[in-house]
């Protein structure tokens, strides 16, 4: 398990009111982590990352997501909270990353929002916890090919 998956799990899994978690780099829009059984898909990745420039129409419109459409209960520039059914998703921009969040019935939107805005909000970590993880695939990749 690296780091990112530690931190995922660490911070907001562990909370018992958040499902599932991603980390999602705003640049290229590639999910750099997930949660087990989390699968977002690279066009899901690109609508996250593209839901932050066009707040106005995510609050009317809401968006659909694994099969569920979620009408949007908060968007601003950092923050996208959305609901369908019991379950939710909310959403924190960072200064180079999203941060993805489920919740389900039985869970407390209230504390899966805490958590995520609380890890969004703790960008050095998140930060520093993607520079180890980027820098070791990338010597990871450099030592493979040398073999």
């Known amino acids: 398990m690296n780091q990112l998956h530690n931190l995922l799990n660490d911070c907001l899994i562990d909370t018992k009111h958040v499902e599932s978690a991603a980390v999602i780099s705003l640049k290229g829009a ?50 996208i909270y959305s609901k369908c059914n019991g379950q939710g998703l909310v959403m924190v ?16 939107p209230s504390v899966c929002v805490e958590a995520v805005e609380k890890l969004g909000k703790r960008n050095h970590s998140l930060e520093l916890a993607l520079i180890i993880f980027i820098t070791f695939n990338d010597c990871t990749e450099k030592q493979g090919k040398d073999l």
Do not use: W
């Not at 699968?39 to 707040?55: C, R, V």
């Not at 990353?97 to 869970?107: K, P, Q, S």
């Open 30 to 79: 590639a999910v750099l982590a997930t949660s087990a059984r989390f699968n977002i898909q690279p066009q899901q990745a690109h609508m996250f990352a593209e839901a932050f420039k066009h707040t106005a129409v995510i609050r009317e419109e809401g968006f659909y997501f694994q099969d569920k459409n979620y009408s949007c209960v908060r968007a601003d520039k950092n923050s």
């Open 93 to 108: 921009k960072t200064g180079s990353y999203i941060l993805v969040a489920t919740y389900n019935e039985g869970m407390y």
